[in-house]
């Protein structure tokens, strides 16, 4: 007898269906807690006065360089010499560009670390390899709209 017909026989009565229910929502727990991946941000630079941090709606102004893990620089905004440009929250960006750049302050420098589920993914992106760890060095340049600093 295979696995498939043990479960379909123990299907046809009501404790097979139990333990069906049973193993079906211990493999949905499994499947469920697995760890997230997560961007690791290292701040590099934070300026004394933070008078405007990032958050969901602010368009921010931001230049950035982009390596792999090896090294190789695949992308500088400052080599075109105009910051990077968009709305924070609004899935303009890689999930680890949302995620690393909440909460920063105008003038603040972070590095960015994010794992290819919160990048490209496992499919090749013009120079970036499937799978590939993304490294971005980033500088807040500015910030439209967003809240400022309580007294």
């Known amino acids: 007898r295979t696995w498939g017909q043990g479960l379909m026989n123990m299907a046809g009565n009501a404790a097979g269906r139990v333990k069906i229910g049973v193993l079906v929502a211990c493999a949905m727990v499994v499947l469920v807690s697995g760890d997230e991946p997560e961007v690791e941000i290292d701040v590099t ?6 008078e405007a941090i990032a958050k969901d709606g ?3 102004s931001v230049h950035y360089k982009l390596t792999l893990e090896s090294g190789k620089v695949i992308d500088e905004s400052k080599t075109r010499g105009k910051p990077f440009e968009f709305v924070l929250g609004k899935g303009m960006v890689i999930k ?3 995620a690393g750049l909440q909460g920063m302050c105008k003038g603040e420098k972070r590095l960015l670390r994010i794992p290819p589920e919160l990048g490209y993914g496992m499919r090749d992106t013009g120079p970036i390899p499937g799978g590939s760890t993304l490294v971005f060095e980033t500088e807040l340049i500015d910030i439209f709209d967003g809240p400022k600093k309580e007294l």
């Open 45 to 50: 630079f934070k300026p004394n006065d933070c």
């Open 58 to 60: 602010d368009k921010l």
């Open 96 to 98: 680890g560009w949302e």
